[in-house]
């Protein structure tokens, strides 16, 4: 069975059909991609799993239950997080606080803290500057906070958008190598990307959006080759 | 007019007593519309009616209006909970179903609410100005605490500076140091990241909406027994004022609401002493507008970084 199946999800914005008709899966341990450009739907189908969007039309299925119906948290605790676009950190929080916010959903204070340190081991950046607002660290550092926030909630399931973005050259590969050591760590991913090269290079499966539909779907490895996602988005 | 230094000095330290207890009031009333603010940008301009409400129900109870007379503290503790109540309800009924709304609606369905919560006060006790039986409320209230030559503080007066200034610490104390108020900072700081950490949006703004309203409810039995008078408009003028307090302090900023709900209230009492007493209301338009002129995001507020990610 699918950790996460979609299927044939349309969503709208107000007249705007942004999704029209996305179906897939992704399953236990796996990292899959979705790559596509700017507009092709990618944020709004992770919108749509973690229930802050409402489909018009399909059902999204996580972990054989139908999230319809579902509020955020309850998919939060049911081990469904997400690192949104553009990071959204809260910036006026330590860096403390906001992984506390991770954790909002747990209980059991022991956990809790040993939670906190692995994060902190994975992210020593983050140990050093626990007491400073989030919103003073650099791009990379609040990529980071962004995912040391979402492992506090101990996700089976990580939905990823853009976590590159912005990000000089150096600190996408820094990024791309601590995802690849939290999926070891047997956590799924779904990832989102623009930077396609380095997004299937990372996952076991690839998806091609392209306005509001799945237009393409492969292992990464072929995807890779393939002569249309060369020249549509490897810039090759 | 005083003409002696003495004399001058003891009407400059009445003045400020007085302004400190008006502003305490602002404060308390203040800090709801600023909570609200904070966490779903609406200006809720039916708080003044909860505070109108406060200052009702606690005369009801205590003066037997609905037909039984109960000790003072028990009618009091009941009315800022009814009032908690009716603030959450407010939402519920009102805000809760124009949340994906443009901002316009909820902003036009707050004055309706306004206008409606006065006429149901207005159908209830009617329109005269109703006064607290002195018989029913403890009577040290209108002792003086404090005398020194012409300058004379009521335990009332106490009563009104440390009530506002114990709520307050609490309240900065839940907003720091609880679950609750790091949902409710979370939220103002970015809602949908907040719902992605598993926060259920709707409760903390209900709880809210409950701790401001019934921070609203206890300056309106304040006032109640400061000015003893009551009546269905009342809410009207102070929840401007207090809005004002709010706007002055940084909409959206708690300890920008209580610094504002005092500058407002000083100066609100020294303008009246000092100008002429007829100008007392005029200054805290003046304050709003200047601060929307001069500098629109207040003392503590900040230009709002998170409309960036406002549709």
Redesign the interface.
Known sequence: MPLLKLNDIHCYYGNIHALKGVSFEIYHGEIRTLIGANGAGKSTVLMAI?A?LKPRQGEILYDGMPVAGR???E???AGL??V?E?R??????TVG?NL???A??RSGRAAIKANLEMVYDLFPVLSKRRRQAG?SLSGGEQQMLALG?ALM?QPELLLLDEPSLGLAPLMVEKIFSLIERIAGEGITILLVEQNAQAALRLADYGYVMESGKIILEAPARKLLQDERVKEAYLGE | MPTTLLEQSSLFLQQFVNGMTLGSIYALIAVGYTMVYGVIQLINFAHGEIYMLGAFLSFSLVSGFFGVGLPFVLAVTIAVLVCALAGVLLDLVAYRPLRRSPRLAALITAIGMSIFLQNLALLIWGGQIRSFPRAVIPVFLFAPALQFGEVVVSWLQVVILLTAVILMVVLQLIVHYTRLGRAMRAIAQDQTAAALMGVNVDRVVSYTFALGSGLGGVAGILVGLYYNAVYPTMGYLAGIKAFAAAVLGGIGSIPGAILGGGILGLAEVFGAGYISSSYGDGIAYAIMILVILVKPAGLFGRPSSNKLYRG
């Open positions: 973690s802050i509020a955020p948290d998919l939060v605790q997080c997400q949104p553009g959204r950190i809260f910036p006026d929080m606080e506390e916010m991770g909002y959903c919103g926030r909630s």
